[in-house]
């Protein structure tokens, strides 16, 4: 299944540039780096990223992650997928902008 981290154009571009990240400063402050499933990831980008331009959607296979992947109660009791090791440039199975019009993130087709 695959699954979706928002990027900052700083964190992916340090992504890019290292070929492996922390993650951003949320992700380092609890320890872990947060994901969202198809289902999840609209309100994560209007919850934690409302009005940011610059943001880049990244998919990852839940599969491929999945010794590192925890499945952890987050937003009202929902299961969200926490990858527990850095994120790796390979782990990334595309990227797509995440531009933001008339106040909302426009998503491609998940």
């Known amino acids: 299944m695959l699954i979706y981290k928002i990027f ?4 992916w571009d340090q992504l890019c540039t290292d070929g492996e990240t922390v993650g951003a400063p949320i ?6 780096i947060h994901i969202s499933t198809a289902d999840q990831v609209v309100e994560t980008a209007a919850k934690h990223f409302a009005g940011e331009t610059d943001l880049h959607l990244i ?10 992947l ?5 937003r009202g009791g929902a299961l969200f997928p926490h990858l527990y090791r850095n994120l790796k440039m390979q ?9 933001l019009v008339d106040g909302a993130h426009q998503f491609p087709e998940l």
Do not use: C, F, N, Q
Request: aromatic share 8%; proline share 9%.
């Open 8 to 11: 900052r154009a700083a964190e």
């Open 27 to 32: 992700d380092v402050t609890d320890g872990y």
């Open 59 to 68: 998919a990852l296979d839940s599969d491929a992650l999945a010794d590192d």
């Open 70 to 74: 925890k499945w952890e109660p987050s």
């Open 91 to 99: 782990d990334v199975i595309w990227e797509k902008p995440l531009p």
